[in-house]
């Protein structure tokens, strides 16, 4: 069964930087596509970074610049390091995977795989 894992939430300092994590398992993670969505209070969740198995990435407008995606294969986990925070980053973040980077892209509702959500609280 998939699980994914979330890790390094917590409260920063406007400015500030994170680096998140979140740990596969039950999935052959090289082959997979990973992202990372957030959903503030009141708000649908969006897509804030992806990574392909070949590492193609995609930035939501609203991160670039200041969000890097990455992977590491050999430990089944991928990160986000955040930079340059603002109280707008604020939301409860998840982890998600699919074979299919198109589908986390186009047809997010469809993904199957997702993490608990790590809270990530950003003070003015």
Known sequence: QVQLVES???LV?????LRLSCSASGIIF???????????????????AAISSDERLYYADSVKGRFT???????STVYLQMSSMAP?????YYCAADPSF???LVRPRRVDAWGQGTLVTVSS
């Open 102 to 104: 198109e589908l986390i």
């Open 69 to 75: 995606i990455s992977r590491e294969n050999a430990k």
């Open 30 to 48: 090289s082959t997979n596509a990973m992202a990372w969505f957030r959903q503030a209070p009141g708000r649908q969740r969006e897509l804030v």
């Open 13 to 17: 300092q406007s400015g500030g930087s």
């Open 88 to 92: 707008e980053d604020t939301a409860v």
């Open 8 to 10: 390094g939430g917590g």
